[in-house]
């Protein structure tokens, strides 16, 4: 059974799973950076409260903007360079995934604990995210994987196109789109 929820300005809506707590959040990303010799420091730890309360897509421009947007930033003192540096961390860990959309768009995040897995269509017009999970697709690709011995870890699939509002609208994806580059990539590993 296919799910579909779109994520641009929105929240994610896709089914949620048990949602952990903030506090066993913290605890967890705590010991993640303590098994990396790292502190969970008042700037770190304002960082990941804010990735989580944010229920959709965000560049780290845009957190870093949140964050001096209403002073906390600036009263802790949070750089750009923390910013990226703490999404990288987290994307290590497994707290956040990192989706690669290219263009003028960049890297955006999302919180990936308490979501179940989906799957991302991502438009080359406008830049629209669809989240969808497919079951069947689930089992073609369980099936791939156990034909070819492969233990999987983890596994994302990012589709570009052309959603249905921009082919309305006439646009074909032909002007090469924000992943033209990208297209030859192989985008189903994390």
């Not at 300005?9 to 707590?21: D, N, Q, V, W």
């Not at 979501?115 to 073609?140: K, N, S, T």
């Amino acid at each position: 059974m296919a799910r579909v929820g779109e994520s641009v300005g929105s929240g994610h809506r896709l089914g949620r799973r048990a949602i952990p707590t903030l506090k066993k959040i913290t605890e967890a990303f705590e010991q993640f950076l303590h098994g990396q010799k790292l502190r969970l420091t008042k700037q770190r730890l304002e960082i990941l409260r804010l990735i989580y309360a944010t229920h959709k897509h965000v560049s780290a421009e845009e957190l870093y903007d949140r964050l001096h947007g209403d002073g906390r930033a600036s009263a802790l003192r949070i750089s750009r360079a923390t910013v990226y540096r703490t999404l990288s961390l987290m994307a290590e860990g497994g707290f956040v995934q990192a989706l690669e959309i290219g263009r003028d768009r960049g890297t955006l995040y999302e919180h990936t604990l308490g979501h179940e897995h989906h799957d991302h269509m991502i438009c080359i017009e406008c830049g629209r995210i669809i989240e969808f999970h497919d079951d069947e697709l689930e089992q073609v690709q369980a099936r791939a994987i156990k034909r070819q011995g492969f233990r999987e870890v983890s596994h994302r699939l990012n589709v570009w196109g052309v959603c249905a509002r921009c082919q309305k609208a006439g646009k074909s994806g032909s002007g090469g789109g924000p992943v033209s580059a990208e297209r030859g990539r192989d985008q189903a590993g994390d």
